[in-house]
């Protein structure tokens, strides 16, 4: 009861001031970079189903290209942090036994690619800045992406970086 009470006090914004004010992280990149950075991870699914009948061929498959070696990289990187986490487990807990130092010998830290690590980003405690490094670092993002300027020619294009310029459409984008 007390923990209810507590928390309705401390977190209510009318009792307790310091609760209005939220804050959030700045994001560091711009609306180009986050475009690129979203199409790779998202791919196709970050434009609306008209603009994909619109659009090229060759473009939908360089998207789809580029989207499969982003999710093919970050997999396998997930997968290396939780072997990894998972190793110093088994060291720290047995660290004399011998399966144990033959388990993470042989298996390592590496991933396999047919398996799929769902694990979010936040629970892996991986930060936008780190993703955004590993795809430049595996060359899926431009070598020069942390110094793409948004260039405001290419927001109004028809293939520009913003997904509609139709008045009244939504634009549709997920955040990472």
Known sequence: MRVILFSLLFFNPQINPQM???NYEK???NGHQNFLYNRALYGLSIYAPEEIKEMPVEKKKRI???HKKAQMVV???KQEIVNAAANRFFTDIFPDMEITHTLVNYYGI???PEH???LSFKSLKITKDQVVNKLIEKKVLPKNFKELKQDESR???KWGFMSSTKPGHSVRRRVA
Do not use: F, T
Request: hydrophobic share 30%; aromatic share 10%.
């Open 27 to 29: 994001d560091p990149y």
């Open 20 to 22: 209005r004010k939220q």
């Open 75 to 77: 997999n396998l990187w």
């Open 116 to 118: 799929v690590n769902n």
């Open 110 to 112: 590496e991933g396999d």
């Open 64 to 66: 789809v290209r580029i």
């Open 155 to 157: 927001i109004h294009s």
